[in-house]
């Protein structure tokens, strides 16, 4: 008579012995390898919009931290011969852009920088449209601290501009974390 093959009664899915069990092991590992990539939680590498970095006479380089850009536009002198009139008034809207000269913009960087939290600012002369008319003004990109917020800027720049409109700003965050 034939022999029959001994029956698996252990309910293993893998053959007796070591190299029996080897396959078993392995396609056990790839599993549980596999769920561990799947399901384990990775940390994601920072987000960085712009890196702020500061050479020194040394070469070092310093990145500045937990900072952020900020841009807006102010008024320049040249901005009240774009304004709307009517007949021959300046809207009540649009009169806190009409300015004797730059030196009000200057002054106004002054009382920015005064801010120990802002750590610097540039302003270029610009033409642009936003919600207004195409005029002329200056845009500013202002460097500050996290703790310096749009409301902070906004509160500011109402109070010197005497502006009764919303203040436009355009934030570039650098702490690398995504805001919700």
Known sequence: MSEQPEKNT??????????????????????????????????EPTRRLWVPVMVQTNGNQVILGETRQMEFWTPSVKTK??????????????????????????????????NKDVVGYRRVE?????????????????????NYSVVDLAQVYRKFWKSPQAVFIEVVDNRGSREN
């Not at 936003?130 to 601290?145: A, I």
């Open 10 to 43: 252990g309910g293993s899915c893998c053959a007796r012995g070591t190299f029996g069990a080897m396959p078993c092991a392995l396609v056990c590992a790839t599993i549980a390898f596999i769920a561990y990539l799947v399901l384990s939680p990775h940390a």
């Open 81 to 114: 011969d774009f304004l709307h009139k009517d007949a021959g008034k300046y809207s009540d809207l649009e009169k806190w852009q009409i300015i004797p000269s730059d030196d009000v913009v200057s002054q106004f960087g002054l009382v920015l920088h005064s």
């Open 126 to 146: 610009e033409w642009g449209q936003g919600l207004t008319s195409y005029k002329p003004g200056w845009w500013w990109t202002m460097n500050v601290s996290t």
